[in-house]
């Protein structure tokens, strides 16, 4: 069992930055791949960014190639979302999730915990 919670959404004005963290219970980790997905309003949870159990490898939408970047530190039990240049359609509750079998995927279905999300709004 992981528990994860989310931190450090806002409001923010686009061009903007913010960092997410998302803190897991449990002494094992390092033994899931994490994500984060993201829900605007009136749409489906999509994804945004996964990293492999060590944070060798890291994944990312196009949307937001180049602009955030994902990270985790094993020995705090947490991972990480920076998001630079922030534009409006960036506004939606953001989630990290976890995965035992899964390496950088992209569906929701392949993720085993959730987090309870935070808000994040990019005002233009």
């Known amino acids: 069992q992981v528990q994860l919670v989310e931190s450090g959404g806002g409001l923010v004005q686009a061009g903007g930055s913010l960092r997410l963290s998302c803190a897991a219970s449990?002494?094992?980790?390092?033994?899931?791949?994490m994500g984060w997905f993201r829900q605007a309003p009136g749409k489906e949870r999509e994804f945004v960014a996964a990293?492999?159990?060590?944070?060798?490898?890291?994944y990312y939408a196009d949307s937001v190639k180049g602009r955030f970047t994902i990270s985790r530190d094993n020995a705090k039990n947490t991972v990480y979302l920076q998001m630079n240049s922030l534009k409006p359609e960036d506004t939606a509750v953001y989630y990290c999730?976890?995965?035992?079998?899964?390496?950088?995927?992209?569906?929701?279905?392949?993720?085993?915990?959730w987090g309870q999300g935070t808000q994040v709004t990019v005002s233009s």
């Open positions: 999730a976890a995965s035992l079998d899964y390496t950088g995927s992209s569906y929701v279905k392949d993720y085993d915990y």
């Open positions: 449990g002494r094992t980790f390092s033994r899931y791949n």
């Open positions: 990293i492999s159990k060590s944070g060798g490898y890291t």
